[in-house]
């Protein structure tokens, strides 16, 4: 699904006008205004002084050695110098400003759109693989970028160059100059021609690499499948006769690029042979000058390239703008409403409470159904029931991750859902069953990258969290860089790095998600320990898992099918000869297995 | 963890220096090609050569106020061998650029071909987007250096070798000092390339760093959401990419420095010519024609010598790229074949106190399991118990550590990999089906099976009300581009697959579990009651479908602990009555 779906993304065709775009990655580029002035500004001194060799090479050929002014020669000599001098650092810096301007200007955008999709719902990513996320932020904003960088100024430089020599061959010598052109329209319906058939030819290719990654997606999954049934023979030939497919769909395009090149130069050769058959007679009867004839020379193998460099423009253009219209798409999407913003911390005085709450996630399927529930100042709740019971689903409610379709949750007076987000999360220490790490050290991940937490508290946390001995077995301790994931630790140690993280913030209420996974003894011991400190003074709402934890909560609701279906204290529940005596007996059972 | 990485070290050093045999083994097989290419890339520089030499005779010509049809033949030469030239030119770039191509092809389906025999090591070293991005994108970059890379050096050190020698012979002086600046630019091109080499891997690094907070961010979103971490690792973020910049400006910095030496050698050489030729034309040393000739030539050597610069930059990612394709085809496979192969013959399969482990994780410990032939055999057991491992042994895509699997008192190392596998059916836990047609995936291979017995597999999988109602029937096409399957129906074509073809072993890995209980256990009895004779290996994580087999094997932590009949295995009220009771729990628990 991945590789089709890319596929099918990187042949949207941009909808938009280009204006629009440019009009819309403007403010991106803006800041760095005055580079773009100055980089623009070198860009038309090179391509001037670019066409000035010839014209000072005919210079020497004519007037100085034509007269044998050794002087005059050096004279043009050293202006040709100065002059590739010049050429040369303003085409350094033309080429370093215009690289900032791109690179900075699309670190913008990056972050711009990083920052975006940080604050869009949960819904959001739920629809949106990770995966693609990651390239609307990567590549699309560089393919964006080569718009800035490249594109502008290619179509600059060769459009004032095709134009700039245009004029000098035209003053040189109109009619040769006229002579020479008659060989250009050809050449750009060539062109015209193969870009219509070369573009469908790369579909075919794309759309075959993408077919060969899928062949090697799915035998890769299957690979006991295959091996039982003998059948590597028949992917191999798969794969085989999906690479001959896509070494025949390159070979045509290279055929066809081969073709437009060949014309090009066979149009090179034709102008040579033109100028220099009748400008060479023009010249023998002195009509124009060996010095001309050689401009001319010079300027034909020039002019092709620019023609070509053109044409490759379109083609990057056009994927930049479907690039530039991809981000948009992300960038348009609504972020997760932020609520009335308080500056003053949320402290709860009495108490959280759901009234009737139903939600469904794609707004058809309801997974919670007049859920409604109180959780009273310093009261520790625990959630049981079978997994897709709906427990998850209360805690996305309660950290506001998700709206219900209706009914209201309410801490003390104020509603959730006109409350500040960030308000109601930093009151809340959240450990989620998935214990994620991010690229950096143990310290910032402990603290979670804010530097206003001191090393000592994060130690401290860590100490209680039970994690701190097996933080310091590494050498590095605390500054221990994490490999992928957090790989470096057991599935237990990370439970307690995620008790650490909330212990670093000491939240007022506490919403734990257990994990399912079952650890050694020595570490459910840990855990045992850091979940009691944990806990300690706080008003805790735990989907629990584990018998043990269940017995710390003063509460234990039964979330079964989307419903609170029973509620009370472990004894009072087992006593009941209903779900949680059930759930109870299944994880007894399970146990002693 | 750690056997792993000493593992990747090892293979680093193992490889080094070989990493690009994998290009030199294409070329070896087809020495006529290599000699081909070499000797097309003479003649096509040889005739390159002639352009400026005829440009001389042209304008020399011209300035001596030759004849006007002598004008028109030299004229005409140059148009002739100019096209020629053309010609060549776009024949040799073409002829690499295919090569380049076929290259890839032969290459990719050799290693995939490999790949396919390889088994669980494999798979746990190498996720599925990784092996894509080495045979998609590492490809890429070898292939073109295989042909192209090593070509275009060959063709670039012609030309330098041939313009070299004629302009030497028309004026030793004017060549040297010409050449002189070019040559001290390929100094320091040789000293800007690793440096651009190495701006290139930091580049890279910088992208997988945000690569990665990316991917942390985004699949940890409510982690930072429910820290309101936004603008911490937002910040973090920003100073990933302004280090990158800082990166990627070091690269563009070396990228124009060598941009700009490029244009400034053929500016510096052609003034050189301007100046130091133009002095010798008016003192009649050198004639206006070799004038004009000579800064041909020289033009024509500044892009060859970077073709030979960026030889080593472009070799040394090559090679990398080599290295990580390599390192693909070079895994150990799990199962070696046999050298003297016997035939199997069909008889009592048994696990003979085999152990197995994944590094130091024991799964299988001393476990016996006999399955006779025609036998219906079932196996339960908690999660991890070892019974995914007891599969891969009995199929001998591993090999045990310890013990041995025997068919008819034969060990199985000892037989015909292929035809012993053939003697399965297997329907896996997670039904796995292909970008094919209903038919195909069904059929997976298996010969001489009439529509008949088609249409009676696919009965006996209860599959033919669904296939009656694909537009296509049984040529339905399945997967990405085809229908999408219910869990239930994947399960079945899966089950389907199993069953054809009549294997005398069919083993179905828990591959009923999108059925409720009563439908499973109906299908299971049906199912086995057409197989008589058939040696039937069920796994399910309903107790209850086992009842209909003559032996259960009660699996625990890589032992068998229970073995039996299902109803004396009940009646012992031991794990396998635990793990019965559990399910009859989560049963009420689904209706309550």
């Excluded at chain 1, 057991?490 to 439970?495: A, K, V």
């Excluded at chain 2, 390929?186 to 690569?211: C, D, H, Q, T």
């Excluded at chain 2, 009895?525 to 086992?546: A, D, E």
Aim: with cysteine; hydrophobic share 45%; proline share 4%.
């Amino acid at each position: 699904m991945h590789w089709h779906g890319d596929l099918e993304l990187e042949e949207t065709k941009p909808t938009g006008k280009a204006g629009t775009y440019v009009r819309r990655l403007w403010p991106f580029f803006r800041p760095y205004l005055s580079r773009v002035i100055a980089a623009g500004a070198l860009l038309l001194l090179t391509a001037g002084l670019g066409l000035a060799g010839p014209v000072l090479l005919k210079r020497a050929i004519d007037v100085d050695i034509g007269r044998n002014d050794l002087r005059g020669l050096t004279v043009t000599s050293l202006i040709y110098l100065g002059i590739q001098l010049v050429l040369l650092v303003a085409g350094y810096f033309q080429q370093v400003w215009l690289a900032l301007v791109g690179e900075r200007g699309a670190a913008d955008l990056k972050q711009a759109l990083f920052r975006h999709v940080l604050d869009l719902p949960m819904s959001f990513f739920d629809k949106t693989p990770a995966g693609k996320l990651i390239s609307r932020v990567e590549s699309d904003t560089e393919a964006v970028k080569m718009l800035f960088t490249r594109t502008s100024v290619v179509l600059l430089q060769s459009g004032l160059m095709l134009l700039g020599m245009s004029i000098i061959m035209g003053v040189a010598s109109l009619r040769l100059f006229l002579l020479v052109l008659v060989l250009l329209p050809p050449f750009v319906v060539a062109f015209w021609v193969f870009q219509k058939k070369v573009r469908p030819v790369y579909i075919q290719v794309r759309r075959t690499v993408a077919e060969t990654n899928n062949v090697v997606s799915e035998a890769l999954k299957g690979l006991p499948v295959i091996q039982v049934f003998c059948q590597q023979r028949r992917f191999a030939q798969r794969m085989d006769d999906l690479n001959r497919l896509k070494y025949k769909h390159e070979l045509k395009a290279t055929i066809l690029w081969h073709a437009v090149w060949m014309l090009v130069d066979f149009g090179e050769v034709l102008g040579m042979g033109l100028v220099l058959g009748v400008g060479g007679a023009w010249a023998l009867k002195g009509q124009i000058t060996i010095g001309t004839l050689f401009l001319f020379v010079s300027y034909i193998t020039r002019l092709f390239g620019p023609l070509r460099a053109i044409s490759d423009q379109i083609n990057v253009m056009q994927r930049a703008f479907a690039s530039a219209e991809r981000t948009f798409q992300v960038l348009d999407q609504t972020p997760e409403p932020a609520g009335m913003p308080v500056n003053e911390p949320f402290r709860l005085k009495q108490a959280i409470a759901c009234e009737n709450l139903n939600f469904a996630y794609d707004g058809e399927n309801f997974v919670l159904k007049d859920v409604s529930l109180v959780v009273r100042k310093g009261e520790k709740v625990a959630l049981v029931g079978e997994t897709g019971g709906g427990k998850t689903s209360v805690v996305n409610l309660l950290m506001k991750f998700y709206q219900a379709q209706s009914g209201n949750i309410r801490c003390d007076s104020e509603d959730l859902s006109t409350m500040d987000k960030h308000r109601l999360r930093s009151a809340v220490g959240f450990v989620p069953q998935e214990v994620v790490m991010f690229p950096g050290s143990l310290l910032d991940n402990l603290r979670l990258f804010d530097d206003s937490i001191s090393r000592e508290q994060v130690v401290e946390a860590a100490r209680r969290a039970r994690i701190h001995e097996a933080i310091t077995r590494f050498p590095q301790g605390y500054d221990t860089v994490l490999t992928e994931g957090g790989a470096n630790f057991s599935l237990g140690e990370r439970q307690l790095l995620a008790f650490a993280r909330a212990l670093v913030r000491d939240p007022e209420i506490l919403i734990l998600d257990e994990a399912t996974s079952s650890v050694d003894p020595h570490t459910e011991h840990l855990i045992q320990e850091g979940l009691e400190e944990l806990l300690k003074g706080r008003t805790a709402i735990i989907v629990a898992h584990r018998l043990a934890t269940i017995r710390m909560a003063d509460r234990v609701l039964v979330v079964h099918k989307g419903h609170i279906a029973e509620q009370g204290t472990h004894d009072e529940l087992l006593a009941h000869e209903g779900i949680y005596s059930r759930l109870y007996r299944l994880q007894y059972v399970g146990e002693a297995a | 963890m750690k056997d792993e990485v000493r593992m990747t070290n090892d293979e680093v050093r193992t490889q080094k220096g070989g990493s690009l045999r994998i290009v030199f083994d294409f070329w070896r097989e087809r020495p006529g090609w290599a000699i081909g290419l070499i000797g097309g890339t003479i003649v096509v520089t040889a005739i390159s050569m002639v352009f400026p030499y005829l440009l001389r005779m042209i304008i020399d010509g011209i300035k001596r106020g030759t004849t006007q049809p002598q004008l028109v033949r030299y004229v005409l030469y140059l148009v002739g061998f100019g096209f020629l030239r053309v010609v060549g030119e776009v024949l040799l770039p073409f002829s690499r650029g295919r090569i380049n191509e076929l290259y890839q092809w032969k290459v990719r389906s050799s290693v995939f071909r490999r790949v396919l025999d390889m088994g669980h090591t494999f798979s746990a070293k190498y996720p599925t987007g990784d092996v894509m991005e080495r045979l998609d994108h590492d490809m890429g970059e070898l292939s073109w250096f295989a042909c192209s890379g090593l070509f275009r050096f060959a063709a670039a050190g012609f030309t330098v070798l041939f313009a070299l020698i004629i302009m030497v012979r028309m004026n030793p002086f004017l060549t040297l000092i010409t050449v002189l600046p070019i040559g001290l630019g390929v100094l320091v091109w040789v000293r800007l390339g690793p440096l651009v080499y190495s701006w290139f891997m930091k580049w890279r690094a910088k992208i997988s760093e945000i690569n990665n907070q990316l991917e942390a961010a985004f699949t940890g979103i409510r982690l930072v959401k429910s820290y309101s971490m936004e603008e911490e690792i937002g910040r973090k973020f920003r100073a990933t990419l302004d280090e990158r910049v800082g990166v990627a400006m070091g690269e563009a910095r070396t990228e124009a420095k060598i941009h700009i030496m490029y244009m400034g050698i053929a500016e510096v050489a052609t003034l050189l010519v301007l100046w130091v030729g133009g002095v010798q034309v008016v003192r009649a040393h050198l004639t206006l024609g070799q004038f004009v000739a000579f800064n041909a030539y020289i033009l024509m050597l500044i892009g060859p010598m970077f073709d030979i610069g960026n030889l080593f930059v472009s070799g040394r990612r090559a090679q990398g790229a080599a290295e990580r394709i390599d390192s693909l085809r070079q895994h150990p496979p799990e199962v070696l074949p046999p050298t003297r192969p016997l035939q199997p013959v069909s008889g009592e399969l048994r696990l003979n106190r085999v152990s197995f482990s994944y590094g130091s994780r024991v799964v299988l410990a001393d476990a016996e399991l006999a399955f006779a032939p025609g036998r219906k055999v079932g196996i339960a057991g908690t999660v991890g118990s070892g019974k995914s491992t007891i599969f891969r042994l009995l199929f001998r895509t591993a090999d045990p550590q310890q013990g041995s699997v025997t068919l008819s008192g034969q060990d199985v190392r000892q037989l015909d990999i292929d035809a012993y596998r053939k003697l399965f059916g297997y329907a896996p836990q997670e039904a796995t089906l292909f970008s094919d047609t209903v038919k195909d995936n069904i059929l997976f291979g298996r010969e001489n099976v009439t529509d008949e017995q088609l249409r009676a597999v696919v009965a006996g999988a209860e599959l033919a009300e669904d296939v009656a109602g694909f537009p296509k029937g049984l040529g339905e096409m399945l997967g990405e581009r085809g229908t999408r399957l219910s869990g239930g129906q994947k399960e079945r074509v899966a089950i389907a697959r199993a069953l054809v073809g009549r294997p005398p072993v069919v083993v179905l890995d828990d591959a009923t579990s999108a059925l409720d209980a009563e439908t499973e256990k109906e299908l299971v009895n049906r199912m086995i009651n057409q197989l008589p004779g058939v040696t039937v290996i069920i796994v399910s994580h309903r107790l209850s479908v086992l009842s209909v087999c003559d032996w259960v094997y009660v699996l625990d932590a890589g032992k068998v602990k229970e073995q039996g009949k299902h109803d004396d295995l009940l009646a012992k009220q031991g794990l396998y009555w635990k793990l019965y009771q559990r399910q009859l729990i989560t049963e009420e628990l689904e209706k309550l």
